[in-house]
């Protein structure tokens, strides 16, 4: 069974929002795990996008998406999100959510070796 569950994928226009969900999958938890999101196009590297501490205290963005992406986390902190603006085609990609050990409540990573569970990841296409 897949660890992590992203939703909120689907085709927009240039310009345009999406807000992707990643949610812990039946009888598990990730409430005390760092989450991150990272995206793949085919054929390309995984590329990192944003990560959240533990404890939502502390966000990192790659600087491709910074000021145009928002990463939280809700209540329970069992589901975090992705609040994408102003997509641009280049952001067209497969984004996969992930979750990895926190070492302390503030702590984050941008490196995809750090997280060792992961979602199956959801198409955002961007039309331009």
């Known amino acids: 069974q897949v660890p992590l569950v992203e939703s909120g994928g689907g085709l927009v226009q240039a310009g345009g929002s999406l807000r992707l969900s990643c949610a812990a999958a039946?009888?598990?938890?990730?409430?005390?795990?760092?989450m991150g999101w990272f995206r793949q196009a085919p054929g390309q590297e995984r590329e990192f996008v944003a990560a959240?501490?533990?404890?939502?205290?502390?966000?990192y963005y790659a600087d491709s998406v910074k000021g145009r992406c928002t990463t939280s986390r809700g209540n329970p902190k069992n589901t975090v999100y992705l609040q994408m603006n102003s997509l641009k085609p280049k952001d067209t990609d497969v984004y996969y959510c992930?979750?990895?050990?926190?070492?302390?409540?503030?702590?984050?990573?941008?490196?995809?070796?750090?997280?060792?569970?992961w979602g199956q990841g959801t198409q955002v296409p961007v039309s331009s």
């Open positions: 992930a979750a990895g050990e926190a070492l302390y409540s503030g702590a984050y990573y941008y490196e995809d070796s750090k997280y060792g569970y």
């Open positions: 039946s009888g598990r938890t990730f409430s005390n795990y760092a």
């Open positions: 959240i501490s533990r404890d939502s205290s502390r966000t």
